[in-house]
């Protein structure tokens, strides 16, 4: 009996035991290989994973004789439903708040605004590049989520490079960048899905954009809820009478149900739980035991970490599913003509608004100081951090263009091959050449320590939600210059009337320190 | 559009997110509504979970027009391949070493000897009664089946209301009997299975209790393999550069392998995750920062915690599956007749091994001090503590009498709800009759105080596997007293030889503390 019979009789009597066991056994793999390699200069997690991922991909398909390279096919509801939340909650829940909502303005122009541009820009580009290259049955549809489906950035490879502490203003940005070009991207491809099609015209956009609005309002909202709710009952149940064990299972059932709930009532899940994630750290947190806090806080990033590894693993691995590449109809020429300009409308797109918008930002701060400004050479980094593409645009792209991971016809093969082949080709290559770049730009970072431990200092903890670097009382001086201040600086009025709400409301209702005791 | 309609609506457009959100919803109700009931005298969290799950089973049915209770089919493969091996690994992690080790013999007596008589019992007893109800077609392995089935205990609700501190005698003995039973009776299921049951004879019994052995021991080895591997790679590539995230997830995938490993290869998951979380408790805990311990401590309980209460609630939900219900051919009294004689039985086949059993280890340790003898008090709670049945008894019943969670025939139907029912009763029944026995049998106990928190004490962490409560030189002087002391008290020999050779050879590569630096 050969390797490829026994593989297959085991795979008959076990279905799940096989794929699940290979897949976790991989997984560890990529974890001791990922630390061996942490230390170098051109390899991250992202990369490692990926290449092992095509590793393993390439043993199952000899193993199986070009049958398959794939364990599991590729589900997208796998990936919504259970790789997605832990990243994005844990990205709410470790976000240095204080800097997020320092940059809130700047952020948003870039993780709302800056998607909308990329997109259109995409999707004209592609409109009239693909068909130059023999690439023509594309929808209205199509075109519009191909626009949404490479506007999708992952910025973990560039967070890795980057230090929190030598470059705040520059790390805060390309987070809560990341973590909102996510969200609004899954929000509009969404919204995509609902127009008709048959009737484009001006309004479309308008239709679009208001739907878009009322998606992000509402999930917003419930993402809130949750966080408070579970604040609430945390403080009220638990109060004198603590359980661990219960304290966390509540924490990660919530924020799941959050999510959960989102999806169901056709919002969006990841702004929800985001958001949730966002208030859970802010007043839940200081309702459990200092064991709970260290747990969950662990937890979450231990979770979020094994579901990216896992997502790149299985995008290496669907890599080489050969039954896609079998399908698409176009020749290798004409191949490369569509990768080669999908790549470079997402290079495009990225610049079309990244540099604007970092100078319209920085107009804007006109009166702040110097440090808060984005220099040229951030703005590149920037520009940079958003070229590769991953796992929300492979997620994307097989709700777009494959029934179940099964493509149905060459032209979705086509988009799905493309898809797979830019997001490899954006990770590993640019991937590569981050480290470098950024050490050439900003020459002043050590990259040997890389530290990525999640670290929430206690200090930041303790600052409300929306605190600014001034004295509490200089922002009450400047409130009380009125409209002409709100017109001038909006965003630190806004902070210091926050502050004294937070104080004064929210946190004897739902828990968490004190800033000032008696103001 | 009613309610009905709606919710029909949503589950086709969202098939797997309704079940997930109404289960975690549920999930996090359970938890609020068990953490209020906990001081009650009658409630566990066992009992709560399974009436909440009933409960929804019955909104679900009123809901979907009386067509089904159920939001997913219960799937045997989702119990073992998800469920149980966080509670049988946090078993493992949390034991109480010393005590485990200490009564080894004690425990293995009760756990495997005892399963071997109880299901003996079970099985002759329903071969002669079942015929009585008119319930027959039952083939030689159901019956063989049926004593395994029954035998599996649930011994949870008994540990809540027990307290290490005040009798660490009758806890240990009831906690280590719970796991080793678990893993015994799936164990010998798996036997079961092997034999060729139309060529039944002396030897039969002798074929089983060999295959016993082989699987006992192999799972076992693997167990122990993995846990020192984990330990070995945490100490070798971490030492120095900590990284709690990968620390965590390590641990957690390897022991989630181990398991996958085993029953890949047709070995018993149960035993090896049990026996992979003793020995990364012992060593790999020692080799990663105080955070990864807090950290993975609790994260293997409140995983524990959440699959537990999940089974529980899953349990009740199935219970009002109608469809089996209707299946079932046999009249309400003969029924209850059924379900009676298993009762009764389940009663008898405990007792029939407690008792002597008891007797026989207290006469084994007659040397020990008095501490150390079981009372027939504590007999009588023993018998008691065993006497629920839980979650390994209904996969087991739906491994045996269900295709992929649905009946095929009137017999297997009839099982089914026996196993269901049985299970309801004896955990609502004995279960509400837990706490006011053992006050009564124990009055000292305090049970208003309880505190579920897993409690590794950083002494037991750092005492030998198998350390002894005397000092290290008596034992050493026993232990050249040389044979007849083996005869004697072979436990406490192999102790203090553990002992130092833990201190001399394993410490040092695995990771760990030493007890005596310089021997």
């Excluded at 917003?220 to 949750?226: E, I, K, M, Q, R």
């Excluded at 359980?243 to 169901?264: F, G, K, Q």
């Excluded at 954006?426 to 050439?440: A, D, E, M, Q, R």
């Excluded at 400047?478 to 009025?493: E, H, N, Q, W, Y």
Aim: aromatic share 12%; glycine share 6%; charged share 15%.
């Amino acid at each position: 009996m050969g390797i490829a019979d026994f593989a297959i009789n085991i795979g008959e009597s076990h279905k799940q035991v096989v794929p699940i066991t290979i897949f976790v056994a991989v997984l560890c793999f990529c974890l001791v290989i990922g630390h061996l390699l942490g230390e170098s200069r051109w390899f991250n997690e992202s990369i490692t994973a990926l290449l092992i991922g095509c590793l393993t991909g390439t043993v199952i398909l000899l193993i199986s004789k070009w049958k398959s390279s794939q364990l599991l096919r590729f589900d997208e509801e796998l990936f919504f439903i259970y790789l997605l939340p832990p990243i994005i909650f844990n990205a709410g829940f470790q976000v240095k708040k204080k800097q997020f909502f320092h940059n809130f303005f700047t952020i948003m122009l870039f993780g709302v605004v800056g998607v909308f541009i990329s997109s259109s820009i995409i999707t004209a580009g592609s409109w009239l590049l693909f068909p130059k290259f023999g690439f023509t049955g594309l929808t209205a549809r199509d075109y519009l989520g191909i626009g949404t489906i490479f506007s999708s950035t992952d910025t973990v490879c560039t967070l890795q490079v980057l230090h929190q502490e030598e470059t705040p203003l520059l790390y805060s940005l390309v987070f809560g960048e990341g973590v909102v070009n996510d969200a609004t991207s899954v929000v509009l491809f969404n919204a995509i899905q609902k127009i008709d099609v048959n009737r484009i015209d001006g309004w479309t956009a308008v239709h679009i954009f208001v739907d878009f609005l009322y998606l992000f309002s509402t999930s917003t909202a419930l993402g809130v809820a949750a966080g408070l709710f579970t604040a609430y009952i945390l403080k009220g149940l638990y109060f004198g009478r603590h359980s661990t064990v219960r304290e966390i299972a509540l924490t990660v059932l919530m924020a799941y149900l959050s999510y959960m709930l989102a999806e169901l009532l056709g919002l969006s899940g990841i702004l929800t739980v985001f958001f949730s994630g966002i208030f859970m750290s802010h007043y839940a947190w200081h309702n459990v035991t200092e064991s709970s806090r260290i747990t969950t806080r662990h937890v979450f990033a231990t979770m979020s970490f094994i579901a990216e590894t896992f997502i790149f693993l299985y995008v290496g691995m669907d890599a080489l599913d050969i039954e896609k590449w079998k399908m698409s109809k176009l020749s290798v020429g004409n191949s490369i003509g569509v990768y080669g300009s999908v790549v470079l409308l997402v290079m495009l797109g990225r610049a079309a608004f990244v540099f604007p918008l970092s100078v319209l930002s920085n107009c804007m701060s006109r009166n702040a100081t110097r440090s808060s400004s984005i220099t040229f050479k951030h703005q590149i980094i920037i520009w940079w951090a958003g070229l590769m593409r991953g796992a929300v645009s492979i997620a994307l792209a097989f709700k777009q263009f494959t029934h179940y991971g099964v493509s149905l016809d060459p032209v979705n093969a086509t988009m799905v091959t493309t898809t797979i082949i830019v997001v490899l080709f954006s990770t590993i290559v640019f991937g590569f050449l981050t480290k470098p770049l950024v050490n050439y730009l900003l020459p002043h970072s050590d990259t040997s320590n890389i530290d990525r431990e999640p670290s929430i200092s206690k200090e930041d903890m303790k600052l409300p939600l929306l605190s600014f670097e001034e004295s509490a009382e200089t922002n009450l001086l400047r409130a009380k210059d009125g409209l002409s201040m709100l017109i001038d600086r909006p965003v630190c009025t806004i902070h210091s009337f926050w502050r004294r709400f937070d104080d004064a409301h929210m946190r004897p209702i739902f828990g968490g320190p004190l800033s000032n005791p008696s103001p």
